[in-house]
Every structure is written in structure tokens, then in C-alpha cells.
């Protein structure tokens, strides 16, 4: 049976929620600095990530409505980096590619809320956003068991729970 410590499943739930921590973080961190079972690991990651990007989705609306209150119109009409990337990914690859790709190469938090706000439905955003992450994160879980046997010699043998 796995040896799993609830209180850190709970802080790497914590930071997959986060945006640009995500799974990207926790998993290594999960798996390389903790010491913990990859499968929860991944599966705690993926669980924390989707429920950020689902939360940043549906509220966005009210959040970015609040930031324009805020901003001036001259301000409004600044060029965005991350929209005009985004946007170009859009075309080229669709929601799959901006889904996959943008969880990786962004963050999926910033990748779906973008692709919302440049008109993509909420539901299909999130979709593809979600299957990037669970992608990513075993990705990111399988080269954490492999990348923990390059830190033992840094962190030693009891760091490492086997």
C-alpha cells in the first residue's frame, strides 16, 4: 500500500491551484523533494489545476470587468502580447492546440482565460484545458521518477521515501 502524507497532498493541491505554479511545480516537487508516490501526486495536481482553471474561466467575466473599471481607455487599447500569442495559436492549431500546448508552454490558467476572452466558448476552453493538464502532469510525473535519482545525491538517500 501506498505511504501517502495528507498534509502535503494538500499543499501541492494548494499549488496546482495556483496559477503559474500549477503541475508544473507540484508534481516535480511532489515527487523529487517529498518523496511521494507519483500517482497521487499526478492525480492531486490534476485535480487542483483543473478546479483553478474552471474557477479563472467561470469568473473571469466578472473579474476582467472589474480590472477595466479600473484601467483608463488608453490603457484598454495597448497591444497584449499574451492575446496576440494566443490568438496566432488559435488559428494555427485551433482549441485542441492552445489547450495542449498552452498548458505547457504558458500556463493553462492564462491559456484558457485568454482563449475565452478572444470569443471561444467556456465549455470547449475548459475541455481542451483540462485534457493539456492531464497530458502535462503525467508527462511531468513519469520525468520526476526519473529525475529523482539525479537529485540523491543532493538531497540524500533520506529524502528520498521509496
Known sequence: ??????????????GAIIPLVEYMLAVPVGVILMGEPVVPVVVVAIIGN???????????????ALILRRKK????????????????YLEKYGMPGVGILGSFLLSSHLSAATAVALGVPKGLAIFWTVIGVMIWAIVFGIVSVYASHWFEPFLGPQAMKE
Open 50 to 64: 483543473i478546479l483553478g482553471v474552471i474557477g479563472i474561466v467561470l469568473l473571469g467575466d466578472k473579474i476582467r
Open 1 to 14: 500500500m501506498m505511504d501517502v502524507d495528507f498534509s502535503y497532498m494538500l499543499v501541492l493541491f494548494i
Open 73 to 88: 481607455d488608453t490603457e484598454e487599447n495597448r497591444p497584449n502580447r499574451r492575446k496576440e500569442k494566443t490568438q496566432k
